[in-house]
């Protein structure tokens, strides 16, 4: 069963591509003005689509995230419900997907994960580079020569680490458990970072063509779901991801 949300999991994010629809929304206006009466001024159209999470912390062109892995439920297409992993915005409720982290090009990001689920994670970041955790460049993470993790991790129940990065490509990008990563970003572990252009934030990239409406920015993501493999880890069973089956 599939249902929509952020990734495509057959590519593990890695070739992401963000869809950005753009729908002109056309008025037409026809009426006969009264002479010597005021004309009314329409009030903007709301905003609809994308709603972006901003920095928390930190100044105007150094934004600070926080983010909290939590666990909860999403409703599917057949009425069914699944057991995710999510981050949240700061320490707020679960969500599926995480939030969109909307930056502008040239800021300094910081990102702190806060770790509540009783195995390590992390976060990395696909199509940044120089990122840093706890200051230092990230590194894989081994256990016996074996890689465990693409980047530094937190520790379970509670752990925390900084991770930091200047976003110098202006574009729609993944951000994603670098840990364990086929099951973890299967499980609900991942977000999307939109990095706005200089060109100005009704661009998506810094060329003319990329121009859109401001007040109607979506964003079509997919991923996948086989409920068995959800199932077992809420009921802290091991599960075999060679027989992992998407529905």
Not at 42 to 67: E, H, R
Not at 82 to 98: E, K, L, N, V
Not at 160 to 189: C, H, K, W
Not at 229 to 238: H, T, Y
């Amino acid at each position: 069963m599939a249902t929509p949300s952020w990734v495509d999991e057959r590519t593990g994010g890695r070739r992401f591509r963000a869809s950005v629809l753009i729908a002109a929304l056309a008025t037409a206006c026809v009426g006969t003005a009264l002479a010597g009466s005021p004309q009314a001024s329409a009030d903007p159209p709301p905003k609809v689509g994308i709603v972006c999470t901003q920095g928390s912390g930190g100044s105007a062109d150094q934004p600070i995230f926080n983010l909290t892995t939590k666990t909860g439920y999403i409703s599917l297409p057949d009425g069914n419900t699944a057991f995710m992993w999510g981050y949240s915005s700061g320490f707020d409720d679960f969500q599926h997907p995480g939030p969109v982290l909307c930056v502008n090009e040239g800021d300094t990001v910081t990102v702190i994960l806060h770790n509540t689920l009783p195995q390590r994670t992390s976060i990395s970041f696909p199509g940044q580079v120089g990122v840093t955790a706890n200051g230092e460049p990230v590194q894989p993470e081994l256990d016996a020569g074996q890689q465990t993790s693409l980047t530094r991790t937190a520790a379970a129940d509670d752990g925390v680490i900084t991770y930091s990065f200047v976003a110098d490509n202006p574009g729609t990008y993944l951000y994603e458990s670098g840990t364990d990563s086929e099951m973890q970003v299967r499980m609900g572990l991942f977000g999307a970072l939109v990095v706005r252009p200089n060109l100005g934030p009704d661009f998506g990239y810094n060329r003319a063509d990329s121009q859109f409406n401001p007040n109607e920015e979506f964003m079509v993501l997919l991923s996948e779901i086989d409920p068995y493999l959800n199932r077992a880890v809420e009921r802290g069973r091991n599960f075999n991801m060679n027989r992992y089956h998407p529905r």
